[in-house]
């Protein structure tokens, strides 16, 4: 009996052991391009009636996601580039820049976290800082904070067990009020779509 226990116990390890071996490290990196296009439904400069709008320009950029998995299906996502420039727009004639740095975690959840084509769903916030503000030769300023949502939805193509390709499109929050000598002038309300493609890796 004592034998039996032994050789039952050892073939319980050694299957928890392979198990163990054949699970999936919950961490995942992804690096994306990303094309940002704002919406540019800021307010009239200048208030009700007024004609002249600010927009901000579309700009592609490099992106950096990092996502742990709690379970199979559900995870987090953090998402971060660096500080990006804008120019931005009055009545379409230039009058400037600005530099925002807008880091997202969002909550996903994946579908058919087990399949080759596996889609997901994600809902988070965004914090956006603002800097290096350049309008009007200074004369104009943004507020530097914007806190908002953010809604995800993409894609996973699997070509292996740790290597995948990847489809998002997020739609972000991101508003500031515009300024002249202390004086709010218009409410810039940027709201870009972010669509990037990229690859991942599944440690």
Not at 52 to 60: A, G, I
Not at 82 to 97: C, E, F, R, S
Request: glycine share 8%; net charge neutral; charged share 20%.
């Amino acid at each position: 009996m004592k034998k039996i226990a032994l050789a039952l116990s050892l073939a319980a390890i050694c299957v928890v052991a392979n198990q163990a071996a054949a699970q999936q490290s919950p961490w995942q990196v992804r690096a994306r391009a990303v094309n940002i296009s704002p919406d540019n439904k800021s307010d009239p400069v200048g208030g009700v009636g007024a004609s002249d709008r600010l927009t901000v320009s579309d700009k592609t950029i490099p992106e950096v996601d990092i996502s742990y998995y709690f379970t199979p299906n559900w995870s987090a996502e953090l998402i971060l580039t660096y500080p990006q420039k804008h120019d931005v727009m009055l009545d379409g004639a230039n009058i400037g820049t600005f530099k925002h740095l807008p880091p997202t975690l969002t909550a996903q959840y994946h579908f058919l976290p087990d399949a080759q084509f596996s889609p997901y769903l994600g809902v988070g916030v965004n914090y956006t800082r603002i800097s290096n503000v350049n309008l009007l030769n200074g004369a104009a300023d943004l507020e530097k904070d914007s806190f908002g949502f953010a809604v995800q939805a993409g894609v996973d193509f699997k070509l292996d067990k740790n290597w995948s390709l990847n489809l998002d499109v997020k739609k972000v929050q991101i508003r500031s009020d515009v300024s002249i000598g202390g004086a709010k002038v218009s409410a810039v309300k940027v709201d870009p779509w972010l669509v990037g493609v990229g690859v991942g890796y599944r440690f």
